[in-house]
């Protein structure tokens, strides 16, 4: 299947960890991106990333350090994890942002819960 | 600073009806629209794409169009059906940096 896969699914952790979402994308995309939707579902830009370089930060704490060994993958680390991250975090990919036409795809998403 | 708005946040009409979704931007730099929806505890599938020298876009039942000069967007669904129920969410593509802004949905549901 062509398509945008997340894993983990669900991650649950205490409070003070480092963890890592991997994303990876098969539709041969050169953009990728990070999500994040909180408890009240609203959907917000967190990084992209065009053949492995960095185009959006959106002023994300820097606890957060997006990762991209290539073009097909965008992994995510979150250093010292605390309740307020918690929330789905979305990976989407698109065929190259430069491009006029740029539909998003995204991935099933990663629910991270914090205790 | 974009903003993008989606009216009504809620809706639910019976199965076979017309349906309209709105979405107003209020920065008309916009570069593409593009709608999602996305049933519970899932991802989001891509609907429609509108680009910025476009003013519409058809997919089967669906329809989006994209007015910016009065920063509006409407996406047109017809013959509902209860698999329709899902949210629907508008983005606007910023320019060619390509930051996406998303509003915060229409949640819809259909009546059998």
């Known amino acids: 299947d062509t398509a945008v896969s997340q894993t983990p699914k669900y991650l649950v952790t205490q409070m003070g960890n480092d963890k890592s979402i991997k994303c990876e994308q098969n539709?041969?995309?050169?953009?990728m991106y990070w999500y994040k939707q909180d408890s009240k579902k609203f959907l917000k830009i967190m990084f992209s990333y065009n053949n492995k370089e960095l185009i959006i930060n959106e002023t994300v704490p820097n606890r957060f350090s997006p990762k991209s060994p290539d073009k097909a993958h965008l992994n995510l680390h979150i250093n010292s994890l605390e309740l307020g991250d918690s929330a789905v975090y979305f990976c989407a990919s698109s065929q190259d942002f430069r491009e006029g036409y740029n539909e998003q795809f995204f991935g099933p998403g990663t629910r991270l819960t914090v205790l | 600073k974009q903003e993008v708005t989606q009216i009504p946040a809620a809706l639910s009409v019976p199965e076979g009806e017309n349906l309209v979704l709105n979405c107003s931007f209020t920065d008309s730099a916009i570069y593409n629209l593009q709608w999602f929806r996305q049933d519970p505890g899932k991802g989001l599938t891509s609907l429609l794409l509108i680009q910025s020298s476009q003013r519409e876009q058809t997919s089967g039942r669906l329809n989006a169009s994209l007015d910016k000069s009065s920063g509006r967007s409407t996406l047109y669904i017809a013959a509902s059906q209860p698999g329709d129920s899902a949210t629907y969410l508008c983005?606007?593509?910023?320019?060619?940096?390509?930051?996406?802004?998303f509003g915060k949905g229409t949640r819809l549901h259909i009546l059998p």
């Open positions: 983005a606007g593509h910023m320019n060619r940096d390509d930051k996406i802004i």
């Open positions: 539709l041969g995309h050169d953009t």
